[in-house]
């Protein structure tokens, strides 16, 4: 809930955003928003409207399933959230009919109007988006409540199609690394840092899950033979596959675009390079040929070029090459550490790791350089992961004492963590993913 | 007494037969045999004396800040590593390359990495086999010391010698 203290002052950084993802927005969206609206929806989550007698008890935990709806289109940047008064539950409404100026003088232009019915066995939950200009429904969806934090997510994700065309992160997840003793094993947790899964029990130290393009496997260093070696989880087969185990470094594994293929760093030849490797073919190509140190390719999202670390000019900086290792481009000019560029799906930023004054921050910049901004402050802040629609961050701070994953909005507001683990790094945050 | 005197001397003996076969070991074996000038310290069983026991102690090399060049002050114990995997050839080291906990992992990796290769490269100009010197990075997965300040940070970014083979 405190996220939304945060939002006022992001909204006047997004338009933009919304511009270009509203005019890219398909024929069944709702029409008014994709023309005129570039500013997110001011949206009031109104009291559950019970049809009949309903126990408090159901209501109650209704209501959980819909705060968890309420936190998801909130940390979306789609909505802008206002609280509707505690006081009076029945505010707003005239048997049963919305009374549009008693929501607007809230300042709201749309309302979230959960409305309940229980037969014999199951509670119906209806989710109803009434547009106060119009002062009609434009969304609609009944659902048999199996209070699963997922069935929120679902439906906050299918407002966000059928209201701007685009695809929501609500059920995507984060890949990480959990700490356990000496060892670190990857973890999975839903994006809001619910539902935690272990993924492996290998008995080391496992680094840099990289996700499929379609979600079904996870690359990751693993030194189970006491050395960086790059396996893949098949996450559905449940079977581990060795990927890479050349002699010296194996490490930074970044699917490509289309999944055929994968960047990685090899010291095979002597020194840290980057390396495309064929996955069908197994043919290994080399992208970057220095004395110095290459490492952490990060893919454009057309799968055109390759962001990644070198220390060739004496001390790490973000270059930019074509994915066949020419036109090769120096980003960052700013300080002596930048390291770990994440491309943002949307194309426009890279984000990356800096240090200043002493301490590891999370930056961004435009792709070709400029625009620098630092988005973290507080403690070392490391591993950025862009969430697929472009909007969120995922990255690791030990700002409270030891490191656990956070999540941010692009341009560094809502700050919040969302583990409290033994230790949490590297966090890797999922494509969409196939609705189950 | 006496039996402690009848040790040391069975002790001598094979000593001396070692010394006449390995000329170089002859000086180690003196020292071993030093305990009989203190009656007090308990004798080793002659047994574990057959072989001489080649205690190799090679030091840790340090490093800088993100650095993986070979400093002025690690020359001397490189030298002396160096003198000793000449002198037992049959003995092979795992180079392990660390860093302190700044920094970010893949990079650390790297950077493991380049100062285990810089050790082995400046053992290799210095007449040891490559083959007998492999290398790997922990990257900063494995301190030496787990404070969070820079004299733990100094000890954590280093090259540790690990015997493989004897």
């Known amino acids: ?436 | 007494m006496k039996r402690n005197i009848n040790l040391i001397s069975g002790i001598l003996l094979i000593s001396l037969v070692l010394a006449g076969c390995a000329k170089k070991q002859a000086t180690k074996q003196e020292e071993i045999v030093k305990p009989e000038l203190t009656a007090e310290q308990p004798v080793t069983p002659p047994a574990e004396e057959k072989k001489p026991e080649v205690k190799i102690d090679f030091s840790t090399v340090y490093f800088g800040f993100d650095s993986y060049s070979i400093e002025e002050t690690s020359v001397s114990l490189l030298t002396e590593a160096a003198k000793l995997l000449r002198s037992y050839p049959q003995v092979a080291v795992r180079l392990e390359g660390h860093c302190d906990e700044r920094g970010t992992t893949e990079y650390n990796l790297a950077l493991g990495e380049k100062r285990s290769v810089a050790v082995r490269d400046y053992l290799v100009n210095l007449g040891v086999e490559r083959s007998r010197l492999a290398t790997v990075s922990f990257g900063k997965e494995k301190p030496a010391d787990l404070g969070h300040n820079e004299i733990s940070w100094a000890k954590n970014r280093r090259v540790e010698f690990v015997v493989e083979k004897k």
Request: some cysteine; charged content about 20%; glycine content about 8%.
């Open chain 1, 1 to 436: 809930m405190n996220n939304k203290k945060n939002f006022k002052h992001i909204f006047t950084g997004l338009s933009f955003l919304f511009l270009t993802s509203l005019v890219a927005a398909q024929t069944d969206v709702y029409l008014k928003l994709s023309t005129s609206e570039r500013r997110p929806i001011e949206l009031v989550v109104t009291s559950i409207q019970a049809q009949g007698k309903i126990p408090q008890e159901t209501v109650a935990r209704v209501k959980e399933i819909v705060d968890v709806l309420s936190d998801d289109l909130a940390f979306s940047l789609y909505f802008q959230l206002t609280e509707p008064p505690d006081s009076d539950p029945g505010y707003g409404f005239k048997k049963g009919q919305v009374l549009a100026g008693s929501w607007q003088l809230l300042g709201a232009k749309m309302l979230l109007i959960p409305e309940l019915r229980s037969d014999k066995k199951q509670d119906h939950l209806k989710v109803r988006i009434y547009d106060l200009g119009v002062g009609r429904d434009i969304f609609a969806k009944e659902i048999i409540v199996d209070h699963s934090r997922g069935q929120a997510h679902r439906i906050c994700d299918q407002i966000i199609k059928a209201l701007t065309g685009e695809n929501g992160v609500a059920s995507t997840k984060i890949a990480f690394c959990q700490k356990n003793g000496q060892h670190k094993e990857l973890s999975l947790l839903d994006y809001d840092g619910y539902n935690l899964q272990k993924l492996t029990a290998l008995n080391t130290i496992n680094l840099s899950p990289d996700w499929s393009p379609d979600g079904g496997k996870l690359a990751f260093i693993s030194f189970q033979r006491n050395r960086t070696e790059i396996y893949s989880l098949d996450m559905k087969a449940w079977k581990l596959q060795a990927i890479s185990q050349v002699e010296g470094l194996n490490t930074s594994p970044a699917w490509s675009p289309d999944g055929k293929k994968m960047a990685l760093t090899l010291s095979r030849d002597g020194n840290a390079e980057i390396y495309l490797y064929t996955l069908d073919s197994r043919s290994l190509q080399r992208l970057t040929n220095s004395w110095a140190i290459d490492c952490s390719p990060g893919w454009s999202p057309n799968g055109r070029e390759l962001v990644f670390t070198s220390d060739r000019p004496g001390s790490p900086q973000i270059y930019l090459m074509d994915a066949d290792g020419s036109n090769l481009r120096r980003l960052t000019y700013q300080g002596n550490y930048n390291t770990s560029p994440v491309w943002s799906p949307k194309g426009d930023k890279i984000a990356f790791v800096s240090r200043i004054n002493g301490f590891f921050q999370i930056c961004a910049m435009n792709v070709t350089g400029d625009g620098y901004v630092q988005l973290t402050y507080e403690g070392d802040n490391e591993d950025p992961s862009w969430s697929p629609d472009g909007l969120h961050l995922a990255f690791s701070s030990n700002r409270t004492g030891s490191s656990q994953l956070w999540l941010m909005h692009w341009e560094g507001s809502g700050q919040k963590a969302v583990t409290n683990l033994g230790g949490a790094l590297m966090p890797a945050w999922s494509p969409f993913l196939p609705i189950p």
